[in-house]
Structure formats: structure tokens, C-alpha cells
């Protein structure tokens, strides 16, 4: 039979409605924490980071939340706008300079 | 211009050719990477180098070569292209004690038919 591809979970919002996209970490060392935005054909990109002695960082229209103790990340994007559409990865460091990253979250806005 | 630049965007190769992937830099950046992306894996590292003549292997370097003479480049080079080395390849920088992670390039589209 036809195989079938694994995919990415989808997040799908109004425009205007607030965003929240979530991630868990696979290492309770990582100490730094970064989101990435990756819009079609494109590299991705720094949203906003956060390091472990912290629980949230804001930044303009988008929130980051850490909880050690479940090892879970979730970004908050205010007021999504169309130009938010696109894929959503969290990375972790724990190792050098190296991250690891998470298979990602498309998200979709509705106009 | 400033940045990262991967070149070629799209590249379609036989299978067994050697191919290279093209990666430079403007930042003098001491950190480069190499990345591909398949759907369901999300980013894995190929290889990663610290400075100039210094290389490491990342999750998935099998197949591949890399090399650093300069700071700026870092091409990526497959010796006997298989398709399961098709994908979207990218390259990185950055810069130890910045907080702003890695910038990455746009990507190759690799197709190995």
C-alpha cells in the first residue's frame, strides 16, 4: 500500500486570536532555549530566546514560557497576523554551542 | 551583501555523483553548521566546525564531507550521492557569547534521482 509521511502538527487561528504553540525539551540540562520561525523557502529565524534561570521573556507580540520541572516551552504570539503563518521550531542547548531542535508547528492564520 | 549565503538554491544529481554545497559568511563568525531538513525529522545536524581546520560530526554526518580552510566558507560535499541524502540542506553561523543563536541561510534543495 502507499506509505504515508509523517507531518507536522498544524495550528490553526483567526487573525487576531492569540497564538500559542508548545514544545517539549528532551534534556533537563539544557540551560538555553531559542524559537525559531520558518516561513515557506526560507531559513529559519530568532523569534526570541530564554535561558533556564528564567520562567518568561517577552518580546514584541511574543511570549516564552519555560517550565523546568515538565521540561516545556510554549511560545505566545499576540494578535495573530496573517505574516505569522509559517513553521515553529524550539531548539535547546545543552551541549557547547550545539542546539537541538524540535520537529516544529505549522501554524496557519486565518484571515 | 552581509549574511549567509548557500548556493546553489536547487540542485538535482544523479545517484553516486559527488555534489558540493556551498556556505559563506560575512560575520567572521567562529561557529558553522550544516543542517538538513526532512519532514518528520525536523533539523539535524550533518556537521559542525568550531574555527578554521576544525571539524566535528553532528547526529547525521554519514556520507558527507566538510571542510574549513577559511573562516567564511564551509561547503558541504557529497561523496556518492544516495537518494536518501535528498532534502533541504542548511548551513548556519554563529558566534559564541551572542544571544541570538544561529543564523541560518536559506537552504539547497537537494533532489538525488
Known amino acids: 500500500g502507499e506509505s504515508v509521511g509523517l507531518h507536522l502538527p498544524t495550528l490553526s487561528v483567526q487573525e487576531g486570536d492569540n497564538s500559542i504553540i508548545n514544545c517539549a525539551y528532551s534534556?533537563?540540562?539544557?540551560?538555553?532555549f531559542i524559537w525559531y520561525k520558518q516561513e515557506s523557502g526560507k531559513g529559519p529565524q530568532f523569534i526570541i530566546d530564554?535561558?533556564?534561570?528564567?520562567d518568561k521573556r517577552q518580546g514584541q507580540r511574543v511570549t516564552v514560557l519555560l517550565n523546568k520541572t515538565v521540561k516545556h516551552l510554549s511560545l505566545q504570539i499576540a494578535a495573530t497576523q496573517p505574516g505569522d503563518s509559517a513553521v515553529y521550531f524550539c531548539?535547546?542547548?545543552?551541549?557547547?554551542?550545539?542546539?537541538?531542535f524540535g520537529t516544529g508547528t505549522s501554524l496557519t492564520v486565518i484571515p | 551583501d552581509a549574511g549567509i549565503t548557500q548556493s546553489p538554491r536547487y540542485k538535482i544529481t544523479e545517484t553516486g555523483r559527488q555534489v558540493t554545497l556551498m556556505c559563506h559568511q560575512t560575520?567572521?563568525?567562529?561557529?558553522m553548521f550544516w543542517y538538513r531538513q526532512d519532514l518528520g525529522h525536523g533539523l539535524r545536524l550533518i556537521y559542525y566546525?568550531?574555527?578554521?581546520?576544525?571539524?566535528d560530526k553532528g547526529e547525521v554526518p554519514d556520507g558527507y564531507v566538510v571542510s574549513r580552510s577559511k573562516t567564511e566558507n564551509f561547503p558541504l560535499t557529497l561523496e556518492s550521492a544516495t537518494r536518501s541524502q535528498t532534502s533541504v540542506y542548511f548551513c548556519?553561523?554563529?558566534?559564541?557569547?551572542?544571544?541570538?543563536?544561529?543564523?541560518f541561510g536559506s537552504g539547497t534543495r537537494l533532489t538525488v534521482v
Open positions: 548556519a553561523s554563529s558566534e559564541p557569547g551572542l544571544t541570538d543563536g544561529y543564523t
Open positions: 530564554i535561558r533556564s534561570n528564567m
Open positions: 531548539a535547546e542547548n545543552y551541549t557547547g554551542n550545539q542546539f537541538y
Open positions: 560575520w567572521s563568525h567562529s561557529y
Open positions: 566546525s568550531a574555527a578554521a581546520d576544525i571539524t
Open positions: 534534556n533537563s540540562a539544557s540551560d538555553y
